[in-house]
């Protein structure tokens, strides 16, 4: 479709200041249907493709979910402060993180994240990892994406479960790694049997020889592509080839 530049400043323009007003952000349909009021004479197909346009030229607005904008500072102002992490849990990452692909087998790359990288409400996997077979397999299916989720606060177990679900959007499979005898553990074991998450659990009075233990492996299930590739962008570039290359 040709594009008129000077019509297509105007609408973004005017997006913009709908954004502005909205700080909880607007509905795609929203946005839409008070563009069309400013412009009654453009078709609206064309309103759409120059909006669409809007969000992959300015990078301060952003779409975080399905027919949902935004302008980036108002969503980190809504982005809960991240729990705050402990020494002791950030030490459990690494060695997790080889156990995942030492004795599970379950990825072949990983990467260590936390810190709210993610930056969302949803939370950042502590862990992150891929499982691709080898370049010399005659059949390569797509890289599957492997998440997880630590937890050494025995108060915040249902909390971490929360996580792990949330996880599930942009993954293959999800872990919930938890303290051994903990008093949620059985709970823990049934709610995850109900949803797919793998569970592990590790010694609490031993922080350099954790003793993992698997208690359920997880099950595959296809991401949410759309939140899939949504988050694939706020890791770097190194990050990327870190688990792709």
């Not at 909205?22 to 009654?40: W, Y």
Request: charged share 20%; net charge negative; proline share 6%.
């Amino acid at each position: 479709m040709p594009q008129d530049s000077n019509l297509m400043s105007m609408i973004w323009g005017k997006a913009l200041e709908i954004l502005e007003q909205m700080p909880n952000g607007i509905a795609l349909k929203d946005l839409i249907s008070a563009l069309s009021e400013q412009f009654p004479n453009v078709n609206v197909s064309t309103i759409r493709t120059y909006v669409y346009l809007l969000k992959n030229e300015n990078p301060e607005v952003l779409n975080p979910d399905r027919g949902f904008y935004i302008l980036r500072k108002y969503l980190h102002s809504q982005t809960s402060e991240p729990t705050q992490v402990t020494a002791t849990e950030r030490s459990l990452y690494e060695p997790f993180a080889n156990y995942l692909k030492e004795e599970l087998q379950e990825c072949t790359k990983f990467l260590i994240l936390g810190n709210n990288q993610f930056g969302d409400k949803w939370g950042t996997p502590d862990v992150i990892g891929v499982y691709k077979l080898s370049s010399i397999a005659l059949l390569q299916p797509q890289p599957e994406i492997i998440s997880a989720e630590i937890k050494t606060d025995a108060l915040q177990l249902i909390t971490a479960f929360g996580q792990a679900c949330a996880y599930k959007l942009f993954s293959h499979k999800v872990y919930l790694v938890v303290p051994r005898d903990s008093k949620e553990e059985s709970r823990l074991e049934s709610l995850c049997y109900r949803f797919g998450i793998g569970l592990v659990v590790f010694d609490p009075t031993n922080f350099t020889s954790p003793d993992f233990s698997l208690k359920m492996r997880a099950m595959k299930g296809e991401p949410d592509y759309f939140y899939l590739n949504e988050y694939l962008t706020k890791l770097t570039n190194s990050q990327l080839r870190t688990l792709f290359d």
